[in-house]
């Protein structure tokens, strides 16, 4: 079945931690992907996203991640969290051969202690 | 940035009532919307497409008379719950492509709306 799966569903980090949030997809043709944030009574925000090109791929707010093909991955990353990081992270991934639906991964609920 | 809108962000309405949930693109004009449904502490579900002139196609599972959709304009798409029961509960967000992007490496980014939260009695 196609999907994306985020291993973590709940951190918990305090300031200045390092985060790295996993992300892998399972779909085995091109793909765009995404990664959004919902910040507490918030819509959703885009933080960055992969169409081609360089794999490593910056975003707002300090953010990155990397896409990695051969692991079906895109992982994203922060060197130092801020108290104001704590929301709900979501990968999602458009596969280029369907009708460009976004599939959602389950979610990470980020916790960021100050 | 391209804005998304939605109306009401909020409504409460009777078990057996209809209601309607208006998604606007604001500064882009949008041939494809999407309607995502997130129950709490969920990710979001894709409900259907929807397509501006045509009809919408709907995600396996998502009864298409019971969520009317109709995408009239090509900066609103409208999503209405009938005879809406307690189970229909939810955050309903809707998502818009900028048709102007089309071809071009922007094209499959989503713009989201704010979100709809229903709640029936």
């Known amino acids: 079945a196609q999907s994306v799966s985020q291993h973590n569903h709940h951190v918990i980090l305090s300031e200045a931690a390092s985060l790295e949030l996993g992300c892998n997809y399972s779909y085995g043709g091109t793909v765009n992907l995404f990664w959004y944030v919902q910040y507490p009574g918030q819509h959703l925000q885009l933080l960055l996203k992969y169409f081609s090109g360089d794999p490593l791929v910056k975003g707002i707010k300090g953010f990155e991640a990397e896409f990695i093909k051969s692991k079906f991955s895109f992982n994203l990353r922060k060197p130092s969290v801020q108290w104001s990081d704590t929301a709900e992270y979501f990968c999602a991934v458009i596969r280029m051969d369907s009708s460009y639906k976004l599939i959602f991964g389950s979610g990470t609920r980020l916790l960021v202690r100050p | 940035g391209a804005v998304v809108s939605q109306h009401p962000s909020r409504v409460i309405c009777k078990s057996g009532t209809s209601v309607k949930i208006e998604c606007r693109s604001l500064?882009?004009?949008?041939?494809?919307m999407f309607w995502y449904r997130q129950f709490p502490k969920q990710s979001l579900m894709l409900m259907a497409t929807s397509n501006e002139g045509s009809k919408a196609t709907y995600e396996q599972g998502v009864e298409k008379d019971k969520f009317l959709i109709n995408h009239a304009s090509l900066t609103l798409s409208t999503l209405t719950v009938t005879s809406a029961h307690p189970e229909d509960s939810s955050f309903y967000i809707c998502?818009?492509?900028?048709?102007?992007?089309?071809?071009?490496?922007?094209?499959?980014?989503?713009?989201f709306g704010p979100g709809t939260r229903l709640t029936v009695l």
């Open positions: 500064d882009f004009q949008a041939t494809t």
């Open positions: 998502s818009a492509r900028d048709s102007g992007l089309a071809g071009g490496r922007g094209h499959n980014e989503q713009f």
